[in-house]
């Protein structure tokens, strides 16, 4: 699959993916989706779009520590347990 979302199908054509965020722009406003999708208009929106984008990334950043905390407490609650067991022993 190539850059542009497209793949080569059984017959040899290539295929455009429609993706989960483009069904999206398109049930909110179809006639912008057209515009960007079909006609390759740019936006004219591109410094909210890249505000949007950056804090998603942050958002991402932080859903990643927390997983990564949550792991270590998991981790630490087990050597936790195995400790307690060894001095019980």
């Known amino acids: 699959m190539g850059d542009l979302g497209l793949e080569n199908g059984v017959t040899g054509k290539e295929e455009r993916v429609i993706r989960a965020s483009e069904i999206g722009q398109y049930a909110y406003c179809a ?4 515009l960007g999708s079909v006609k390759s208009v740019p936006s004219t929106n591109t410094r909210e779009l890249a505000h949007g984008e950056a804090v998603h990334q942050q ?13 270590a407490a998991l981790l630490l609650i087990v050597i936790a347990v195995v ?3 060894m001095a019980l022993l």
């Open 31 to 34: 006639r912008a989706w057209w």
């Open 59 to 71: 958002h991402g950043r932080i859903v990643w520590g927390a997983g990564a905390l949550r792991t």
């Open 83 to 85: 400790l307690i067991a």
